[in-house]
């Protein structure tokens, strides 16, 4: 619109300077330009807002109408034509003060118009930045609660690997120990005894000395016997894991003194638990009858295993010992923080993750101690499959 403003300003300058050659061609010009803006995008983008009425001359608020400025503006222009080639000077005039009022209107439309646009444009960002914040800002922070979640996973696995591979080594020391001060101690023993019966000449002596010696040789492959069934793990392909864990009990109690049974469910179901996870359960339960003949000093203990109406596994260990303060934090879970007299507890705790499993320790100086297990089947059951006895009690 600014064009054809600068376009009309010439054609009024020609015509008041009285130059009616050359002002019908510019005229003609001009025409041909309003032309083109009247069937111009603009155009049409104009008639959606307000314009005046026919009769009104000032830039009052706009009105809708159906008379376009552009169109009365050609009106009047193509009216200023004749009158100037009929030499019609006030007739001329009249309608030269028309077109100028029209292209006034035009031009504050077209200003009202940009006003209008640059608010929708506005208005869109603004939308825009709005939809960015409820909807991609969540994401985000829940993006990172995500990252954060998954890099206190790691630092925890570290943890764990770390006080992993130290419990493995602690029990790499607890056999070097016990081979040491047990079966090499009692071989070089029975090393002195062989050599005392070579150089000794007397048949008497001799015999006596190789009767001290055979229930010496006995007693250190018994020795050897225990820690190597200690390290070896139990074929649960042909053998059930109720009756590995009734000969763990058996075998502790001959051991160590400690009257220890096991109560197991007949009607277990272990259909769920596969070779590797059956093992993880024995490792759970030797672990804990080892902290029992370390630190218990108790008399007793019992392992229980029983099942509820769900399938899901109970498994409990418990003592009559003198207990302890379990190494927990504020949350009743296990202290990550790496203590080498813990390491035992620690081990048991992760066993457990990797069972999808809870663990709980319940115990108090001068009680005993309680390690209880709940095993859940890997499937979801209905409601109704779900009501579960309080199999509880019998720990």
Known sequence: MQSIAVQWAVVETLFVAGADAALVEIIDDFRLSLGRVQGSTTSRAYRAVPFLRRGERSLAPHRFTD???AELALDFAADFRAAVVSGETQRARAAAAEISASLMRLLAISAD???NIATAYFSLFATLVAIIVVIVLPFLILLRRSLNRALKGEAEGKVFSHTYMLAQDAERARISRELHDTVIQDMRYLLLETEKIGNTVDKDEREALSGRTVPMMADLMRRT?????????????????????????????????????????PGLNLEFLNLEKRLQVFRIV?????NIEKHAEAREAIVTMRSGSDGTVYIGIGDDGKGFVPPLDGRGRIKTAIDKSRLGI???YERAEIL????????????????RMKIPLPVVVSPLQAKETDVWKYF
């Open 356 to 371: 999808g499993a809870r663990l709980k320790i319940d115990s108090d100086p001068g009680n005993g101690t309680l390690i």
């Open 225 to 265: 016997r225990d820690i190597c069934n200690d390290l070896i793990p139990p074929d649960f392909r042909n053998s059930e894991l109720p009756h590995a864990l009734g000969e763990l009990c058996l075998d502790f109690g001959g051991k160590t003194g400690i009257a220890c049974w096991a109560e197991i469910d």
């Open 67 to 69: 008379i376009r400025e």
């Open 113 to 115: 118009k940009q006003r």
């Open 346 to 348: 620690v081990s048991m």
């Open 286 to 290: 030797q672990e804990a009858l080892v």
